[in-house]
């Protein structure tokens, strides 16, 4: 039997949604997170902030001025936690790898209450007058943590937008898939995203949208990066906070929480890709999603059949292709309980914080069980994790690190020849947009003949290339072209 004492337990959630008529005067992550924070104190029924053992913050990009946030945050809820912490990077894992964290620091006896929030203010920061006319995408651009890979930046392979595309496009030859059947995917799972959105009073889009309306570019849904438009990515542009308590079963009973109003929480399971995408051995899956969702399943012995609810990260649409994929979750059940990133919102690393927030508050008082899978970078850090309105059958701690069995299934990486000219063949490739909708260059990841990975751009001047890459009339990948340099610059031709 388990120890109440070691079983960990989610007690009270909060969001926040700032939206002041003039976006300069919303809160900044900071306060968000108080904000949010305060919420769920009030939800677990108050009086447990000033007695944390543990506050963990998802790190955030929005307002940099604001330093070293844990401690000033606890200044604020009037806490001195022993242990004040934020992760290192801004990845979308973050809550979930957080939430495992405190799980097994219950379980080890280390701690009995803990306290886990994230925010950001990039609608905000986006008219601070030191950023000037910045929008939130340049923010993101610009984060200083983002390693970049100096071959790939001379390509504009820069941000989750540049290169998602990649894996988008990969993936959908890999599955024999068309064009016309890869953005109806797209549109099937996004629209009901956006109808789980107009229904969820903490999501920031709710005015729904169709399958047709997500995957047309038009004036108000402008193409991001093929084949992407702006109703297909994650939209950054949200003043929002998020945070929830986890402690021991022992302590919400004595402390007189029914039983209907935790939830528990089961076992998790993380592993990495390779950092840079050019060392990845191809863009057509993620072992590491892959490991991370079965050994889930696994070590909380349940099924995908068991499960009630998911929440599958959804910053582009082949991330939950993916995942759901894996799971075996069919295309017509919806795969998230907030919205997603496009409608839900998504505060950078902070979106899972949401999730867990509206998985708690659909599981509490059932017996139903909970998916919830993160990824952040370029499905480079996978996390996911079990939860449930009813006991499980687990025990703390655990070790939730599955990185040998990921790295046991990748293939080797090809290697990169950064100076090849000749002739290639197409491995995947994409074509990116500026805010006038009109193309800035295609940019196609080709292999040599010995199989070495390579870049090449496609001038935006050269419309009939580019028209030949984006009109769906042929697949690209696979086929045979030639890289020259010509004025400087590495020319793809098909």
Not at 397 to 424: F, I
Request: hydrophobic share 40%; glycine share 10%; proline share 7%.
């Amino acid at each position: 039997m388990t120890d109440p004492a070691r079983t960990p337990v989610i007690i009270g959630v909060g969001q926040i949604n700032d939206r002041p008529e003039d976006p300069a005067d919303g809160l900044d992550s900071l306060g968000l997170m108080e904000a949010a924070l305060r919420l769920a104190d009030e939800d677990a029924g108050g009086g447990w902030l000033t007695g944390l053992d543990a506050l963990s913050t998802v790190d955030q990009i929005s307002c940099p001025e604001l330093g070293d946030i844990p401690p000033a945050l606890a200044a604020r809820l009037g806490a001195s936690p022993a242990i004040l912490e934020t992760t290192d990077m801004p990845h979308g894992d973050s809550p979930i790898t957080l939430m495992n964290l405190a799980a097994n620091r219950i379980g080890r006896g280390e701690i009995t209450t803990a306290a886990i929030v994230g925010a950001e203010a990039l609608r905000t920061a986006a008219k601070r007058p030191a950023k000037g006319d910045a929008r939130p995408g340049d923010l993101l651009r610009a984060n200083p943590k983002r390693k970049v890979h100096p071959y790939r930046r001379a390509f504009g392979l820069m941000a989750p937008t540049d290169m998602y595309p990649l894996y988008e496009n990969a993936t959908r030859h890999a599955l024999g898939m068309t064009l016309a059947d890869g953005q109806a995917e797209s549109g099937a799972i996004w629209s009901r995203m956006a109808a789980v959105a107009a229904d969820t009073p903490s999501a920031w889009l709710r005015k729904g949208a169709s399958a047709e309306e997500i995957v047309t570019p038009s004036a108000a849904n402008r193409p991001i990066a093929f084949p992407y438009t702006k109703l297909m990515v994650a939209n950054a542009s949200v003043n929002q906070g998020a945070g929830f308590i986890v402690t021991s079963l022992a302590e919400a009973r004595r402390r007189g929480i029914p039983d209907e109003r935790l939830v528990w929480i089961g076992q998790g399971a993380g592993a990495q890709e390779p950092y840079d995408i050019l060392d990845r051995a191809d863009y057509t899956q993620s072992v590491s999603m892959e490991t991370a969702l079965t050994k889930t399943l696994e070590f909380n012995a349940i099924t995908a059949a068991d499960l009630a609810h998911v929440e599958l990260y959804s910053c582009f649409p082949v991330v939950p292709k993916l995942a759901r994929r894996t799971l075996g979750w069919p295309v017509d059940k919806p795969v998230t309980v907030f919205g997603g990133l496009t409608f839900g919102g998504a505060p950078v690393a902070n979106y899972m914080s949401h999730a867990v927030a509206c998985m708690v508050e659909k599981l509490r008082g059932t017996a139903d069980k909970g998916l919830l899978y993160a990824n952040g970078g370029i499905v480079t850090t996978n996390h996911a994790i079990v939860i449930s309105g009813a006991p499980l059958d687990v025990s703390f701690p655990q070790d939730d690190d599955v990185q040998p069995e990921a790295d046991a299934k990748r293939g080797p990486a090809p290697g990169l020849d950064e100076d090849y000219e000749g002739a290639v063949t197409v491995e995947s490739w994409t074509v990116h947009y500026g805010r006038d909708a009109a193309p800035i260059r295609g940019v196609v990841v080709a292999r040599t003949p010995d199989g070495k990975r390579t870049l090449a751009e496609v001038p935006a001047t050269d419309t009939a290339l580019i028209g030949r890459l984006t009109d769906g009339s042929t697949d690209p990948i696979g086929q045979a072209g030639r890289i020259a340099v010509e004025a400087g610059s590495r020319r793809f031709t098909l």
